[in-house]
């Protein structure tokens, strides 16, 4: 037997676990997701994917059972913590809009996915501790049983035990304020209700209630207070009693297919990665739920980390590159991290916020500041550090036609991309590693760039020694 049963165990099969398990298998990596649920969960966090989240599912192949399943809304440019700009932007993508899809959908679409590429998905297995060395992880769980892995990801939630078990910081502020969010039956006429939450939404934002479809109402209510503990779910009378506090009616409901509590507490890791274990998603940071973008940053999270632990896995990372994750998306969630608290304060009936909120509508005015913002909500804002170069250097690369087909359509196997419009370079001996792509005709505003597999520029240019120091330096020695 050998010494390890899998390459990579993942703890935590939401969105973020699937993805990321989905990404190891691209690259044939033995991939154990862990859950402790038997069943997969029925609450409905998160309502939608953002554009850079669509692009994702796009170079993946994924985005066909998405749009399937889910509602295009347009128009999200121009749009922050429901201030709506004058002027609506049109962002740098081919999927310039939210998707509206229920978490649930997408955590089946996804789990699906990862299983169908090879994952070992089992539910009802909780992790409850690990040790580790210099070689692997040895992974206790809730039956007694022991399992080996080379390297553990922690995916499982902002209350994540594998950060708590490996000392990580957490740094942020504790809740100051709570909302209450169930799916339920009502008796209340649908007009009614409309008109009922058109009102309060006037005065508190964070109020709202309307249809979820299968006969059922999405209602979210600020609670009477922060619960000392938050993993109990309300009760159907505390739901009821908060919505008659701000609607002067409960609605009937009743029935409830699900309730929750979530808060304003905003807190970030301060390492993503100790030894072989590293974390991601919730577990790497938790942030109020305004612009809906906890669960996309944790997709996000997956296809930046994936690539680049199966390169450690297959043993041709190059030095720092796993670090790089921490390096990367480290600012990535502070970013999220600001413009949600910013938006959790806009939405507050208090007269300082109401002051700053009237002032940012009036800068809602000028088109730069729109588009400043809605790049940074949509995800397709983010420029990482590869040092001094043009401004496409560090950033994802568009969708754009090649040949008969697409960009997103040649990335789909989880490869890096020499996208060449001069026909003169070469990889070499990375093409085990990088595929290429020559097309004069490309819609492209350079000679020739390097794509990471995660569709990211990692070098510009026409000179071939140049384009083979970029190699090595993200795809390691040949």
């Known amino acids: 037997m050998s010494e390890f049963d899998v390459d990579v165990a993942i703890s935590g099969g939401g969105p973020t676990g699937m993805m990321l398990a989905a990404e190891l298998r691209l690259h044939e990596v033995q991939v154990l997701v862990l859950d ?10 998160s309502l ?6 669509l692009e994702i599912m796009d170079q993946r192949g994924l985005l066909e059972r998405f749009l399937a399943e889910g509602t295009p809304y347009p128009g999200m440019g121009g749009r922050f913590a429901g201030i709506v700009s004058p002027h609506p932007v049109t962002l740098d993508t081919a999927h310039d809009y939210i998707l509206g899809i229920p978490q649930p959908v997408t955590d089946r679409i996804l789990a699906e996915h990862a299983a169908e590429l090879g994952t070992e998905i089992r539910r009802g297995s909780e992790l409850t501790g690990f040790e580790q060395d210099e070689d692997g992880v040895t992974i206790a769980l809730a039956d007694g049983s022991r399992l080996r ?15 708590r ?9 504790a809740a100051t304020t709570e909302w209450l969010l169930g799916e339920v039956e009502v008796t209340a006429a649908a007009d009614e209700i409309a008109a009922i939450s058109e009102k309060v939404r006037t005065t508190h934002r964070g109020f709202g209630i309307g249809p979820a479809g299968d006969g059922l109402f999405r209602a979210v209510v600020p609670a009477a207070s922060v619960a000392e503990d938050r993993t109990v779910p309300p009760t159907l009378d505390d739901f009821r009693s908060q919505l008659r506090a701000f609607a002067g009616t409960d609605f009937g409901v009743h029935s409830p297919r699900s309730l929750t509590r979530f808060t304003d507490a ?3 890791a301060d390492q993503y990665r100790v030894g072989r274990v590293l ?6 940071h938790v942030h109020p739920p305004l612009g809906g973008q906890g669960l996309n940053l944790g997709i996000q999270d997956a296809f930046n980390l994936g690539w680049k632990l199966a390169a450690a896995v297959e043993g041709w990372a190059p030095a720092g590159l796993l670090d790089t994750y921490f390096d990367e998306r480290h600012p990535a969630a502070e970013d999220v991290l600001t413009i949600t608290r910013a938006q959790s304060e806009l939405i507050s009936p208090e007269p300082g916020p109401q002051a700053v909120r009237r002032l940012l509508t009036e800068l809602m005015g000028f088109e730069d500041v729109g588009r400043f913002l809605a790049e940074k909500v949509a995800g397709i804002g983010i420029r990482y550090d590869f040092g001094d170069g043009p401004a496409l250097l560090g950033r994802r690369m568009r969708d754009i036609p090649l040949g008969r087909g697409r960009l997103y359509e040649r990335m789909r196997d989880g490869r890096g991309m020499l996208l060449d419009r001069t026909g003169s370079l070469s990889v070499g001996a990375w093409a085990d590693r990088v595929d290429v792509v020559a097309d004069a005709a490309a819609e492209l505003d350079a000679p020739a760039v390097l794509l990471r597999p995660d569709g990211h520029v990692a070098w510009i240019g026409d000179e071939q020694e140049e384009l083979t120091r970029h190699l090595r330096r993200w795809f390691g020695e040949a």
């Open 36 to 45: 402790r649920d038997a069943e997969p969960t029925r609450l409905v966090r």
């Open 48 to 53: 939608g994917l953002h554009p850079r989240s």
């Open 149 to 163: 892995s080379r390297w553990l990801v922690g995916c499982d939630g902002g209350r994540s035990l594998v950060r």
């Open 165 to 173: 078990m490996l000392g990580v910081g957490f740094p942020g502020d």
């Open 266 to 268: 905003t807190r970030l």
């Open 279 to 284: 974390l991601a998603g919730d577990a790497a």
